[in-house]
Antibody, heavy 121, light 107 residues
C-alpha cells in the first residue's frame, strides 16, 4: 500500500523549533518529488515547500523562507521539515504530499494523514 | 504570486444535481491546474490535473475545463459521497497556490 505517515508535531512556544518527519512506503520514494502543505484550523490549504527527487531543487513559500528547511533521505524513505523561529501563524496541520510522477505537473497525488503543529505560549 | 479565486465559497445542492465550481487565476496559467476534494478531518484527494485530466480511480462524473485564467470543475450528478470542500491549485509558477475552497453542502 502506498502510504505517507507524518510525525513530529506538537505544542511549541513562539520562537521555538520543531522537526517534522514523513515516512514513505509502498513506492520508490527516490523517484518522486515531495512537498509539505499546511492547513490552519478552519482554513484552506497552503503549499509550504517542494523538494525534487534528488534534492537538487528546493522551493519555499515566502511565508516560511529563511525559517523552514526541507530535506529528504532517500535511503531512509523519509522527508523532513525543520521549522525554526516559529510563529503563531504557523499553527496548522502539516501534510506531506507526493508529487505526481509526470513532467512539469506539480500536483499532489498521495497525502499523509497530517500532523498538528501548535505555536502558543 | 498567482492568486487563485474560487467561486462560490459555498453552495447547497441536492443529490443528482449538476454542480459547477469556478476558479480564476490572477494571470494565465496554461491549464496548469489541479482540483482536490477534501472531507472533514481527512487529507485532500486529487481529482484532476492539467485542468481536465481525470486522476486514476476518480469517477467520470467529475470533469474539468477551462483555459487562460478561468477554469471550472463540474460534477455531473452529485452523489452523497461528493459533499465536501473542493480546492483548485495552480502549478504554473514556482510558488504554488490554492484557491480558497468551495464547500458543497446538502440542500
Amino acid at each position: 500500500e502506498v502510504q505517507l505517515v507524518e510525525s513530529g508535531g506538537g505544542l511549541v512556544q513562539p520562537g521555538g523549533s520543531l522537526r517534522l518527519s514523513c515516512a514513505a512506503s509502498g513506492f520508490t520514494f527516490s523517484s518522486y518529488s515531495m512537498n509539505w502543505v499546511r492547513q490552519a484550523p478552519g482554513k484552506g490549504l497552503e503549499w509550504v515547500s517542494y523538494i525534487s527527487s534528488s534534492s537538487s531543487t528546493i522551493y519555499y513559500a515566502d511565508s516560511v523562507k529563511g525559517r523552514f528547511t526541507i530535506s529528504r533521505d532517500n535511503a531512509k524513505n523519509s522527508l523532513y521539515l525543520q521549522m525554526n523561529s516559529l510563529r503563531a501563524e504557523d499553527t496548522a496541520v502539516y501534510y506531506c504530499a507526493r508529487g505526481l510522477n509526470r513532467a512539469v505537473v506539480r500536483a499532489f497525488d498521495i497525502w499523509g494523514q497530517g500532523t498538528m503543529v501548535t505555536v502558543s505560549s | 504570486d498567482i492568486q487563485m479565486t474560487q467561486s462560490p465559497s459555498s453552495l447547497s445542492a441536492s443529490v443528482g444535481d449538476r454542480v459547477t465550481i469556478t476558479c480564476r487565476a490572477s494571470q494565465g496559467i496554461s491549464n496548469s491546474l489541479a482540483w482536490y476534494q477534501q472531507k472533514p478531518g481527512k487529507a485532500p484527494k486529487l481529482l484532476l490535473y492539467a485542468a481536465s485530466r481525470l486522476e486514476s480511480g476518480v469517477p467520470s462524473r467529475f470533469s474539468g475545463s477551462g483555459s487562460g485564467t478561468d477554469y471550472t470543475l463540474t460534477i455531473s450528478s452529485l452523489q452523497p459521497e461528493d459533499f465536501a470542500t473542493y480546492y483548485c491549485q495552480q502549478y504554473y509558477s514556482t510558488i504554488l497556490t490554492f484557491g480558497g475552497g468551495t464547500k458543497v453542502e446538502i440542500k
